[in-house]
């Protein structure tokens, strides 16, 4: 059963620690997310590949968040120093998105849970 | 830039009361559109999809969606929702013209029993 595999489920870190959450995309899939979901904000785009090029990180605070995919089965997300509103939840989805008309569906993982204290 | 929102944020039913979350989009061309749902502590998972065909879609644990591009809309519906069905809906879009998926900022559902 093909599944997206995302570690650590669960991070408690101290502000200014470095964290690196890994997703680990369904084999064959060519498009990889990251979202953060948060009461106040709801489900945020982070950052996203296709093919592991990077497409846009806008969504993201580039001061201390980088995201990256060195293969094809591992995706990174890291935050350098971390800080107390980096708290929430990091889901990595992957899918087969063929083009602008896009009708495949996002798998998503279990998530990260991260607090920064 | 294309949207999505979704009008109700907390959504309380009793067992067996029908329910119909509302999700709109913003983008008037060829548009595909996704219902997904979250339970408690889980991920996302695929409810149901539209991307051509019969505008009305059935996906799985009874739910059903209609596609009304003329109100540009996309509601979610079920007849007689049960206590399992409390969890968090998010209706989606992919944008036209990139890669990415828009999600609205969710629909939470609580069924008591």
């Known amino acids: ?117 | 830039a294309q949207s999505v929102s979704q009008h109700n944020h907390h959504v309380i039913l009793s067992e067996a009361a029908s329910l119909e979350l509302g999700c709109n989009y913003s983008y008037g061309g060829t548009v595909n559109l996704f219902w997904y749902v979250q339970y408690p502590g889980q991920h996302l998972q695929l409810l149901l999809k539209y991307f051509s065909g019969d505008p009305l879609v059935k996906g799985i644990k009874g739910f059903e969606a209609e596609f009304i591009k003329s109100k540009f809309s996309f509601n979610l519906r079920k007849p007689s929702v049960q206590w399992s069905d409390t969890a968090e809906y998010f209706c989606a879009v992919p944008t036209s013209g990139t890669y990415k998926y828009i999600f609205g900022t969710g629909t939470r559902l609580k069924v008591l029993a």
């Open chain 1, 1 to 117: 059963d093909a599944r997206v595999t995302q570690t650590p489920r669960h991070k408690v870190t101290e502000m200014g620690q470095e964290v690196t959450m890994r997703c680990q995309p369904i084999l064959g899939h060519n498009t990889v997310f990251w979202y953060r979901q948060t009461m106040m904000q709801g489900l945020e785009l982070l950052a996203y590949f296709r093919n592991r090029a990077p497409l846009d990180d806008s969504g993201m605070p580039k001061d201390r968040f980088s995201a990256e995919m060195p293969d094809a089965t591992l995706a990174t997300l890291k935050i350098q120093p971390s800080e107390p509103r980096d708290s929430a939840v990091y889901f990595c989805a992957s899918g087969w998105v063929t083009g602008f008309a896009n009708t495949g569906e996002l798998f998503f993982g279990e998530g990260s849970r991260l607090t920064v204290l």
